[in-house]
């Protein structure tokens, strides 16, 4: 995979991916709260601010059923998380219609528009065989979620500037804490 295929599927995932990192966890509250990320949010959804009065309370509700889906580690809790998505994908209707040349499209019938626009990012991720891509970040006070976009699905840090780094000088200090506890003499 090349770097602009890279870079592609980055910003396909991107749009779900913030919206699951509003959610409350580690040191962070509740991003929704925030009127700017809302904003940018819809933005990513292409969905205009000022045309989605119910918008936060939509955004809300598909992340309450998205985050067991995600997060949740024994697969009753994924199956309600599931279920949970279902039912807000219930009301909103699509169909297909083709291009001249045949080519499928499939069209938002009815229903909201910004949930249609969700979901429709939704499954986009979940058909690119990227869901299982996305992790935790394995810096306890970040806990963001990214998509690990490496060929061996090896990546621990939703950033490694901001939390590897971090992680990675946190135990070399602890590791050169003990290595002097136990062979200074003052210590013994
Ligand atoms: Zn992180």
Not at 41 to 50: G, P, R
Not at 84 to 91: P, T
Request: glycine share 4%; proline share 3%; aromatic share 6%.
């Amino acid at each position: 995979m090349n770097h602009a295929q890279r870079t592609a599927r980055a910003a396909s995932a991107a749009p779900i991916i913030a919206l699951m990192n509003s959610r409350p966890h580690a040191v962070y509250g509740d991003r929704l709260d925030d009127a700017a990320y809302v904003s940018t949010l819809l933005a990513s959804f292409d969905v205009d601010a000022t045309e989605a009065p119910d918008a936060v309370a939509e955004l809300r509700s598909l992340r309450a059923a998205l985050e067991p889906a995600i997060t949740a580690d024994d697969e009753a809790s994924v199956a309600d998380g599931w279920r949970a998505v279902s039912r807000f994908s219930s009301d909103v209707l699509f169909r297909f219609q083709y291009a001249a040349d045949g080519a499928p499209i499939l069209e938002h019938a009815s229903g909201g528009e910004l949930r249609a626009r969700m979901l429709t990012a939704l499954t986009q991720l979940l058909e690119s065989g990227d869901w299982s891509r996305i992790k935790e970040c394995a810096n306890e006070e970040c806990k963001s979620l990214f998509l690990d976009d490496t060929k061996n699905r090896s990546q621990r840090w939703h950033s490694y500037e901001t939390c590897g780094n971090k992680i990675n000088a946190a135990a070399h200090r602890a590791r050169r804490t003990a290595a002097n506890a136990g062979s200074s003499p003052e210590h013994a």
